[in-house]
């Protein structure tokens, strides 16, 4: 018996019972459909945090004040912490591996020019924060190299911030007024887009002292530092402590690399995405167990024609054979039409909700079919077996 | 050429002992025509599988033309059934998803027969058997004696040398019974050994021979001149 007729066969047996065939494939192609969209949605979800996260450049170290011990307490909370100033970071300039030095404050401020006002969100950075995080300027230019002590009052406007106040106009030169203070402006941002509902380029940025005055703070939130690709990030970690330590006295503030935050975050990533595959495996299994009773059915009630089969010359083997390929077509059945389900609903969800990060894992879509035909052979091989074994002459004298 | 010798067939039914065949010798040759008539019970069915390779004696030796079969591993014993051995069955045991043409070619499709031969040779059958307007439906719409002239068709589509009928006119009427039976005496007249089970006195002594069953022995085994 050759390999077309042995599908032939096994195809006549999987139509003869439309309905049953297509019911119990269809409990396969809702564990795949299961799989593949969940694995979607968490791929999307990945993809999109984590390049939310790059896109700012991956070698990155971000110190901030307080230090947080390993069992959870923050040295900064007891108050005894000395806050992280700018004096700081003109120091971390002269380490090593720095690249550039970036001193940031974050706040929310009313900004008013011409007539018009708006509540934004107001950054304090200074000159080099546009090449530290890979920002680009669309007009004009980024805060200029001032003294950093005493920077003059100028400010650069986020996208969304320069259409909402001053609609197509050029602000260049523009005076805004961010809370109590005067700024000129001297350039605009290049759109940074959406992230869901949070908007990047409803911003403005002044210098890092102005932001202090305006939100009248001692300290920093954050220095950054952009350290020379390539150079040992341990080593950057290392020498920045030593300058504060020197500084500070001891150590009352957090290092944290980015790469670091990257591999944790990417592996909670993993974690998640694989949780919500195993989640729609569980419906695959449930399918698995219904296929598996429906092959035991399928022997039973075939016992008269696997006697026959024996009596024209079927070997033990070609019978075992015959039932396997049966259950496993039928199971790749249902994982083809799981994965087109799968593979269309997410299609149809990012079509239809924008801002949902979805993303098909095509490494997890042949993984899910590989596990489905896994599935029909898993299922068939005991009921295969039981209608090899079966003797010809009792499964004959059965009607 | 069929040589049974000393062949016993014990079945255990919880702890009685049934002796199916008891020291059962028999020789067939080529081309006979041979019916097998006994009670029910007498071991006819038991003989005829064990014949037809799908059952195995306790003890005792097969040779089928002149090579010792009783040995032989599954596979070999599968092959001779599919090169040598057509069933016919009383219940017809046809494949009920599957046409008249499908069923009757399924032996070819065991036996590995490529499909161009298997098309020449199914509608041959058909024809033969008078069932080319049937080929393509199912046994469910079929009567039953056309029923089992696909079963025959499907028997002797390989051209086996040993035809094994039990019973094969069981679930016929009389009429149609005995033009089942011609079916099977035109197979013998092309040379194929016929060996039939019946229950019927008449049907049996259409044989050329008679073999007569009880208890799992033959009782008597003698020529018979057909009128
Ligand atoms: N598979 C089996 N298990 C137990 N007993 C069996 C089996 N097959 C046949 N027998 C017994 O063997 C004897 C002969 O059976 P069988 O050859 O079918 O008789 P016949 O065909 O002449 O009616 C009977 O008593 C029957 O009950
Ligand atoms: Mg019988």
Redesign the pocket.
Known sequence: MNTIDTFHFVFRSLTAHRLRTILSASGIAIGIAAVILLTSIGEGVQRFVLSEFTQFGTNIVTITPGKVSTHGGSLGAIGSARLLTIEDAIALKHSRYTQYTNASVMGNAEIRTQGRSRRVTVYGQGPDFSRAFNMQVGIGQFLPDDDPRNPRAYVVLGSKAHTELFGGDNPLGAILQVGGSRFRVIGVMASKGQILDFDLDDTVFIPTMRALEVFNREGLMEINIAYQPGAPVEAVVDDIKRVLVARHGREDFTVIPQQQMLSTMSTVLNVLKFAVAALGGISLLVGAVGMVTLMHIAVAERVAEIGLLTALGATRTRIRILFLMESTALSTLGGLAGLMIGAGVAWLLKLLVSNLPVNIPWDYVLGALALSVLIGLAAGVIPAMRAAKL?P??AL?TE | MIDLTAIT?I???GDQV?R??DDVSVRISSGEYVSIM??????????L?IIGLLDKPNSGNYALDGKNVTALSENEQAQIRREKIGFVFQTFHLVPRLTAAENIELPLILGGIPPKDRCLRVDAALLAFELQDRAQHRPAELSGGQRQRVAIARATIMQPTVILA?EPTGNLDHHIGGEVMSLLEKLYESGTTLIV?THDRELGARAHRQII?RD?KILTDQANDPA
């Open positions: 003797n002459v009792d004298r | 067939r079945f255990h039914m049934v199916a065949l006994g009670p029910s019970g007498s071991g006819k069915s038991t003989l599988n039990d089970v069953m799992g």
